[in-house]
């Protein structure tokens, strides 16, 4: 039960009021017993019975709530060096596709990782997030795309989210239609509805189902076939919408209520529209913008329409093979002209919200888990636009330490 004292600016991140607003407290504190937060405000006001407890010193620095990278494909066999060269040299994203790199070949060297490999490089992924301030992960599937691929990735994810930081396991069986079922893909769309979707919610293995809709990966009307079936089976529905090209996808996350539309950097004003009257959280995720030269998410006429923002990482082999997510959001201001305060709530509370978690992280407040990081800048404009190497200096997660820098 120790309080944190001498925090310089403690970034609350509250749900309420706009996205630039994070409820900042100069001069804080904060009491976390066990895994949660018990006390948070200035520290002249701390209640009596906290400044009995042990004190530890945050030197001045800043403190905001644990960062939720809300969009990762955090398990995959490979990487894909040689196509970020080959798009470098003018090859798109969907001819890479159609010459069998592209998702197609990370499925056929995670299927041939074993099961010690994958879970030794995820974990020294997770560790690398935990560096930078990260203490909630969501991760999908697809790149299994068979029922027992996809149930190996997810049973993977429940054994790295038994630590301190949170996985948020998302099926997305429906990410690319798998070789062996190109000639007939309503095979495939089958196995997913009658098949996968079945075992892995029978098994509590996933809290949400994705589908990529895409020209290169399925329709609207497979992708409303395959999240409907989802959210009969409890998954709750979430989209790869509109990335490279406008194809209906915001309008579809609308319509079926979706927890999230991610990408939507081809949205249209209908899809805007769509999204705000359904409550959907718009996922932004400028490093495959950036990685792929494509136009960023739209993102000031979505957060003018009410739609909340949040931004992640998309970290994957292909498109965004970087998991730094204090990058991604000084990369939501300079591209989506986002304010830092709006990617800090974008990368904390609108995240818990775009993962279902919105009552339990993303926020400083009592009752709330006690996940947060310390970060050595006097100001989250200071942070964002620095962008050091790496400014978080510690970070606790359910109450425990996970980071501190030497
Ligand atoms: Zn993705």
């Not at 997770?126 to 027992?148: D, I």
């Not at 509370?349 to 006690?370: D, M, Q, T, Y």
């Not at 620095?386 to 109450?399: D, E």
Request: charged share 20%; proline share 6%; glycine share 10%.
């Amino acid at each position: 039960m120790p309080v944190l004292r001498n925090i310089g600016v403690l970034a609350r991140c509250l749900p309420t009021g706009p996205q630039d607003l994070i409820h900042e407290v100069r001069n804080g504190a904060l009491a976390w017993e066990g895994e949660a937060i018990r006390w948070v405000g200035p520290e002249a006001e701390l209640p009596g019975p906290y400044r009995e407890w042990p004190a530890e010193d945050a030197g001045g620095r800043m403190v905001i709530p644990g960062l939720v990278d809300c969009h990762t494909h955090l398990c995959f066999g490979g990487w894909r060096a040689e196509e970020f060269v080959q798009r470098l040299q003018g090859a798109s994203y969907l001819e890479i596709a159609a010459a069998g790199g592209g998702i197609a070949s990370t499925v056929a060297k995670t299927r041939a990782a074993s099961r010690e490999q994958l879970l030794a490089r995820c974990r020294g992924h997770l560790a690398g997030m935990a560096r930078l301030g990260v203490t909630t992960v969501e991760a999908k599937s697809g790149y299994g795309l068979t029922l027992e691929h996809e149930l190996r990735l997810l049973r993977l994810y429940r054994e790295l989210g038994e630590g301190s930081q949170r996985i948020v396991p998302t099926l997305l069986a429906a990410h690319v239609v798998p070789a062996e079922y190109r000639e007939r893909r309503d095979d495939y769309v089958t196995l997913v509805i009658d098949e996968i979707i079945p075992a892995v919610s029978s098994e509590g293995l996933a809290r949400f189902c994705d589908a990529f809709v895409e020209e290169s990966a399925f329709t609207v009307e497979e992708a409303r076939r395959i999240l409907s079936a989802g959210a009969r089976h409890g998954l709750r529905p979430k989209l790869h919408a509109d990335q490279l090209s406008g194809c209906g996808g915001a309008e579809l996350a609308g319509e079926l209520g979706a927890v999230s539309a991610d990408h939507l950097e081809h949205v249209s004003t209908d899809g805007i529209g769509a999204l705000a009257v359904g409550g959907v959280v718009a996922v932004s995720l400028p490093f495959a913008s950036l990685y792929l030269g494509a136009p960023p998410m739209p993102a000031r006429p979505l957060i003018d329409f009410g739609v909340p923002v949040a931004v992640a990482t998309d970290f994957n082999p292909g498109s965004a093979p970087s998991y730094h997510l204090p990058f991604a959001m000084t990369l939501a201001c300079t591209m989506q002209r986002m304010t830092p305060g709006e990617a800090l709530k974008g990368a904390t509370i609108i995240a818990a919200k775009a993962v279902g978690l919105e009552n339990e992280i993303g926020a400083l407040e009592p009752g709330r888990s006690a996940d947060f990081a310390v970060i050595d800048a006097e100001s989250v404009e200071q942070w964002v636009y620095h962008l050091t190497a790496n400014a978080c200096v510690r970070t606790v997660a359910r109450g425990h330490e996970i980071w501190r820098a030497p």
